[in-house]
């Protein structure tokens, strides 16, 4: 079922440094919301620049404030490669984020490194099912798709999000809940991502920003500035069910 868009909320920051603060609390003041609510705190993570700018995160008041045995950690999307291969996301969040906080291993779902990029997409959709039936990660009630928490997603110039792209039919999948994509334009090629309706359906979503390379894709996506006729670009599809938060510096914000 489509829902109506909510407005996003876009916060400007003078300096990137000032983006991983700003990052690092609104995640927390998540994190303790949703425990108190619920009793865990389901995070979506992206690979790319998101992990270094999630760096707060690990340092004091954080580190010792959050209930990290709640978390449950997730990938938007991942690279189908070995799990200790450098191009890994998993690698990427447990060298950056996840070995420096006391998340449970359990509580931390990497793909199966073992498969190719179908299977390792099926697997992760079978484990997600699973969770649902086990009512680890309840459904959007109003998508029927599971419904996470926080998404925190980065953003690609050409205006991708997860490894969902412009000109890939991925983008437009309305049925499956993880899909796979063996010829990425950013490499490596081969990844599994959710799809947009996984994506819609979160409670909270995060688009974090950063750089003057990503500015006219910005200016494009809320500034309107999009040549009339043209597809919209994936990162203008994403509207949660909840709060829609652009976490963006001056250099990204530059063109607005
Ligand atoms: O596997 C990946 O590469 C990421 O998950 C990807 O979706 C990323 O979030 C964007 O490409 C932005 O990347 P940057 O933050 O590095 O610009």
């Known amino acids: 079922m489509a829902h109506k868009k909510s407005k996003p909320t876009i916060l400007k920051f003078d300096s990137e440094e ?13 994190s303790e919301k949703y425990i ?15 992990i270094d700018t999630l760096r707060k995160m690990v340092e004091p008041p954080y580190k010792d404030s959050v209930d990290w045995s709640k978390w449950l950690i997730f990938w938007v999307d991942e690279r189908v490669v070995p799990l200790d291969s450098d191009d890994s996301n998993y690698k990427l969040a447990c ?12 509580n931390i779902y990497a793909i199966n490194d073992k498969l190719s990029p179908d299977g390792a997409a099926n697997d992760y959709e079978a484990r997600l099912k699973h969770l649902v039936e086990s009512k680890i990660i309840p459904i959007s009630d109003a998508s029927g798709f599971p419904k996470f928490d926080l998404m925190l997603l980065g953003m690609g110039p050409d205006g991708h999000v997860a490894s969902l792209f412009p000109t890939h039919q991925q983008r437009y999948e309305k049925k499956r809940w993880v899909t796979f994509i063996t010829d990425s334009p950013k490499p490596p090629p081969p990844r599994i991502t959710f799809t947009f309706p996984v994506i819609n359906s979160s409670s909270e979503i995060a688009m974090v920003v950063t750089g003057a390379d990503l500015a006219n894709t910005v200016k494009i996506a809320l500034g309107g500035g999009l040549e009339p006729g043209s597809t919209p670009l994936p990162c203008m599809e994403v ?6 938060t652009w976490f963006l510096d001056k250099d990204a914000a530059s063109k607005l």
């Open 95 to 106: 060298d950056g984020f996840l070995l420096k906080v006391p998340i449970p291993s359990g």
């Open 36 to 50: 108190r609510d619920k009793g865990s705190f389901s995070v979506v993570l992206s690979g790319g620049t998101l």
């Open 239 to 244: 509207s949660p069910e909840g709060g829609l």
């Open 18 to 30: 000032d983006v991983a603060v700003a990052l690092a609390k609104y995640t927390a003041d998540l």
